[in-house]
């Protein structure tokens, strides 16, 4: 079998961490090089994963590689994608897939000009308790859902996170994505509207954007959700957080917690307790299905549409946060 060649798109975002694990972790496939507009920084992680550096994007796209994985600040994504398609690579690029609509659908439409594959990163799907629980919705263990409640809490993360030229919003933005992503592929269903209300409740000396959302949704045959996205774990909780869904449906409830599959561990070093995760690893998970369809010429299984509809919730919320009032997707 022939090695299929990634390359990988700056390290700002921590994701890149367990994205480049996961490709050293397969076989047949090679993390080719790294690109980041931070040299320190890209010269640091091409040391850490064993391969090399480069320093000029132009130079970079036109490595044999086949695949790229953007891990960039929200706001450069548009940028990169459509220099990536349009050097024929095929694309995972992390969530949001942007932090506007129009940059959504433009990253969308450069890929579709271009023949390239194109993925969003959400690896929430691919937690066994998440697609176990799918599997007990689509066999109608829970007949009709008539809501959900959810939650994705974690620590403040900082530095281009709370800067909105970087990252287009806080944690409603940062946190909202995933739970909208999970949903329409668990349920099948589009959202329709949207209200939320968000501010900075926990970070005020530290951040300038939201660290606390309550964001209120409907989906097509009037699904009731609602939604805490927060950067509310302090820096010596366990983990950075959670993904948490309770379906409430015709014939009965399910909770679902997408990161239990963990054993507490006292580790003195640290000083501290941690959870040390047992379950498969849902990073390798998607990267995994992104070097597949990397191989197979086709789409990842998380589209690029997917990654626009959750864009497309998210920018709702805070359309909605402004107006006070709700609004259509």
Known sequence: ??????????????????????????????LTAI???????GR???KQFGTRFVADLAAFLRL????????????????????????GKWILCEKPLAPTVEDAKAIVAACRKAKVGLGTAFPCRY??????????????ALGEVYAVTCTNHGQGPGGWFADEALSG??????????????????????????????????????????DLGSVHMEMEGGVQVSH???WSRPGSFFTWGDVTLDFIGEKGVMTVDAFNQKLTVFDDKLGRAVWAGWGDNPDHGLVADFVAAVREKRDPAITGIDGLRATEVTVAAYKAASSGRMVKV
């Open 44 to 46: 640091a992680m091409a």
């Open 127 to 140: 937690a066994q308790p998440v697609a176990a629980a799918k599997a007990q919705i689509d066999a109608g």
């Open 169 to 210: 919003g806080g944690a409603t933005m940062d946190h909202t994505v995933h739970v909208a992503d999970l949903l329409r592929w668990m349920l099948g269903k589009e959202f329709t509207k949207v209200y939320c209300e968000l501010g900075n409740q926990l970070h005020k000396d530290t951040l300038k954007t939201d």
């Open 35 to 41: 690109y980041d507009d931070d040299a320190k920084r």
């Open 64 to 87: 044999d590689t086949q695949g790229v994985i953007i891990t960039s600040e929200n706001t450069k994504h548009r940028a990169m994608a459509e220099a990536a398609a349009a050097a």
């Open 228 to 230: 805490i996205a927060s």
């Open 1 to 30: 079998m022939s090695t299929i060649k990634i390359g990988i798109m700056s390290f700002a975002h921590m994701h890149a961490f367990g994205y480049a694990a996961g490709l050293k972790a397969l076989p047949d496939v090679e």
